[in-house]
């Protein structure tokens, strides 16, 4: 009777333990809204009553800035030869270069060269010093200082070199601490000044204003001076009058044997075909020819073809002559003449000619 009753009292039990029975290897809590946690810290699982894992709803951390300088090195006197410093206390050294001309090159320990850390003029660079305790620079020309101060954390500030990196190689001077020429390398010549007159030559060793003003009078002198008169023209195309002039047409119908006017002469102005076409309704044989007179009848030159009817160039019936397209001279009569039509017979000749008379 007693084992029953012991049995039916553990399973009373049983029941009425929560869904989410507490894990063996966690804390158990009466609320999780009563936890608190350290930043970045590693913690055992935790739980409420119910059975619930309680979780930090934010975690969040901040890195502090380099805190008031520790303690301040002795400066380091720089040489070509380099020279050693016995590093101040702190786990991170600013070392400054405050020369105002050359440029620092530092490495922590007993030896530096010029292959280092370079510290340029005016700004700094910070070292984690680790097991360290000196730190040694060089220069490559003259001498400069480096100061040292110790402390803890990221440094923060700016520096001429570039905020502190001390890899961006760059001088912050205030306006006019340098003279014209005073800052140039290799090829480059110097800003110069306003009052800079311009270069008398165009790749002058002059500074760069002086440069600019002679360019300026340069394009001045272009934009002002008339075209040099000779065979080169802006915009040149061509001399040709059927490129150029406006064009006239004349159109002809003749049976004659000829010569037939199609152009009357214009005093001494010359004649420029710049189309022809010809149309016969029989066998013949056709010429172009110019001359003086009444129809060409003296000083006859042949254009196309020949002066005399017999010898002209060949047609058959219902044949056609072309020649020309119009934007260029195909023929040209000599000065003070008419263009004629010359044919071996009494076709019906027909056509067209584009021409321009001058």
């Given at each position: 009777?007693?084992?029953?009753?012991?049995?039916?009292?553990?399973?009373l039990?049983?029941?009425?333990?929560?869904?989410n029975?507490?894990?063996?290897?966690?804390?158990?809590?009466?609320?999780?809204?009563?936890?608190?946690?350290?930043?970045l810290?590693?913690?055992?699982?935790?739980?409420d009553?119910?059975?619930?894992?309680?979780t930090a709803?934010?975690?969040?951390?901040?890195?502090a800035?380099?805190?008031?300088?520790?303690?301040?090195?002795?400066?380091?006197?720089v040489?070509?030869?380099?020279?050693?410093?016995?590093?101040?206390t702190?786990?991170?050294?600013?070392?400054?270069?405050v020369?105002?001309?050359?440029?620092?090159?530092?490495?922590?320990?007993?030896?530096?060269?010029t292959?280092d850390?370079?510290?340029?003029?005016?700004s700094?660079f910070?070292?984690?010093?680790?097991?360290?305790?000196?730190?040694?620079?060089?220069?490559?020309?003259s001498?400069?200082?480096?100061?040292?101060?110790?402390?803890?954390?990221?440094?923060?500030?700016?520096?001429?070199?570039?905020?502190?990196?001390?890899?961006?190689?760059?001088?912050?001077a205030a306006s006019?601490s340098?003279?014209?020429?005073?800052?140039?390398s290799?090829s480059?010549?110097?800003?110069?000044?306003?009052?800079?007159?311009a270069?008398?030559?165009?790749?002058?060793?002059?500074?760069?204003?002086?440069?600019?003003?002679?360019?300026?009078?340069n394009?001045?002198?272009?934009?002002?001076?008339p075209?040099?008169a000779?065979?080169?023209r802006?915009?040149?195309?061509?001399?040709?009058?059927c490129?150029?002039?406006?064009?006239l047409?004349?159109?002809?119908s003749?049976?004659?044997?000829?010569?037939?006017?199609?152009i009357a002469?214009?005093?001494?102005?010359?004649?420029?075909?710049?189309?022809?076409?010809?149309?016969?309704?029989?066998?013949?044989?056709?010429?172009?020819?110019?001359g003086?007179?009444?129809?060409?009848?003296?000083?006859?030159h042949?254009?196309?073809?020949?002066?005399t009817?017999?010898?002209?160039m060949?047609?058959?019936?219902?044949?056609g002559f072309t020649?020309?397209?119009g934007?260029?001279?195909?023929?040209?009569?000599?000065?003070?003449?008419?263009?004629?039509?010359?044919?071996?017979?009494?076709?019906?000749?027909?056509?067209?000619?584009?021409?321009?008379?001058?």
């Open positions: 009777m007693l084992r029953k009753l012991i049995l039916a009292v553990g399973l039990c049983a029941a009425w333990l929560p869904a029975a507490q894990s063996s290897n966690a804390n158990v809590v009466a609320s999780c809204g009563s936890v608190t946690y350290d930043q810290a590693s913690r055992p699982l935790t739980q009553l119910t059975g619930k894992l309680c709803a934010s975690v969040s951390a901040s890195i800035g380099f805190p008031t300088v520790q303690s301040t090195g002795t400066p380091i006197a040489t070509t030869g380099g020279v050693t410093g016995t590093l101040p702190g786990a991170v050294v600013v070392a400054s270069n020369g105002a001309t050359n440029g620092a090159y530092c490495k922590l320990g007993a030896s530096a060269s292959s850390q370079l510290i340029p003029p005016n700094w910070a070292f984690t010093v680790g097991a360290n305790t000196q730190l040694t620079c060089i220069t490559s020309t001498t400069t200082t480096v100061n040292m101060v110790g402390g803890s954390g990221l440094p923060t500030g700016s520096g001429g070199g570039g905020g502190g990196s001390g890899g961006g190689g760059a001088i912050t006019g340098y003279a014209s020429g005073a800052l140039s290799g480059m010549v110097d800003l110069g000044s306003q009052a800079d007159a270069c008398g030559t165009d790749n002058g060793s002059c500074s760069a204003i002086a440069l600019i003003k002679r360019g300026n009078q394009a001045t002198t272009l934009n002002t001076s075209v040099v000779g065979t080169a802006i915009g040149y195309v061509s001399d040709d009058p490129n150029s002039k406006i064009k047409n004349a159109p002809f003749t049976s004659s044997g000829g010569p037939v006017s199609l002469l214009s005093g001494s102005t010359v004649i420029y075909v710049c189309s022809i076409s010809a149309i016969t309704d029989t066998a013949i044989k056709l010429s172009f020819i110019d003086t007179g009444g129809s060409c009848a003296s000083a006859q042949a254009i196309w073809g020949s002066t009817a017999a010898s002209g060949s047609l058959a019936a219902n044949g020649q020309g397209g934007n260029g001279s195909v023929g040209v009569t000599t000065a003070a003449s008419a263009l004629c039509l010359l044919q071996s017979g009494t076709s019906l000749i027909a056509g067209n000619v584009v021409y321009v008379q001058q």
